[in-house]
């Protein structure tokens, strides 16, 4: 493993065990860094939502967010580790239990700019998004969730964002 690999690995468990994330209060100081277009992963990729949806069915942008001021998103976002997609379902808004869909792009998916910055260039979340929509072709039934500590710290960031006026990147 690489440093880059190494540095995300350290920061993803103590993600995933303490819910701390590096906070900035400055929007203005995000620059994206090489961020790549129709990209081709490799693998399942993965859809973490609260809405109870049927294998064949389509996940399309053009809805409230699940996070900042919920505005309608221009894109829906997936991941090819399965753990990111868990975290996206536990913290999305709505009501239900988290769930975990495997997705195939109807088009082109590209970096997402919001995890994809100078600290994790090279997208090692493969964390991905789209403007087109999303199949279902199956749901993971045998994940295993976060703490409920680390779930209120990671909430508590995202109202602290929120309050600043921090909005996901949605252009």
């Known amino acids: 493993m690489d440093k880059q690999q190494?540095?995300?690995?350290?920061?993803?468990e103590k993600l995933r065990t303490d819910g701390e994330v590096d906070f900035e209060e400055q929007q203005g100081s995000f620059v994206p860094v090489g961020l790549r277009t129709d990209v081709k992963e490799t693998g399942p990729l993965y859809h973490g939502t609260k809405s109870d949806l049927k294998i064949g069915a389509l996940i399309k942008p053009g809805f409230a967010s699940n996070y900042?001021?919920?505005k309608k998103?221009?894109?829906?976002?997936?991941s090819a580790i399965l753990d990111v997609a868990?975290?996206?379902?536990?913290?999305a808004s709505g009501e239900g239990r988290a769930r975990v869909y495997i997705?195939?792009?109807?088009?082109?998916?590209?970096?997402?700019?919001?995890?994809?910055?100078?600290?994790f260039p090279g997208n090692p979340t493969r964390s991905y998004r789209t403007r087109e929509p999303l199949r279902i072709i199956g749901e993971v039934?045998?994940?295993?969730?976060?703490?409920?500590?680390?779930?209120?710290?990671?909430?508590?960031n995202m109202e602290k964002a929120k309050q600043v006026g921090i909005e996901a990147i949605n252009e």
């Not at 997705?103 to 600290?119: A, C, L, Y």
């Not at 409920?148 to 990671?154: A, I, T, V």
Request: proline content about 4%.
């Open 86 to 91: 868990v975290l996206a379902s536990e913290l």
């Open 141 to 156: 039934a045998d994940w295993e969730g976060h703490s409920e500590k680390m779930l209120k710290k990671m909430r508590e």
């Open 68 to 70: 900042g001021a919920g």
């Open 103 to 119: 997705v195939e792009p109807t088009g082109s998916i590209d970096d997402d700019p919001n995890v994809t910055d100078q600290k």
């Open 6 to 12: 190494d540095d995300f690995a350290l920061a993803w």
């Open 73 to 78: 998103a221009n894109f829906v976002y997936i």
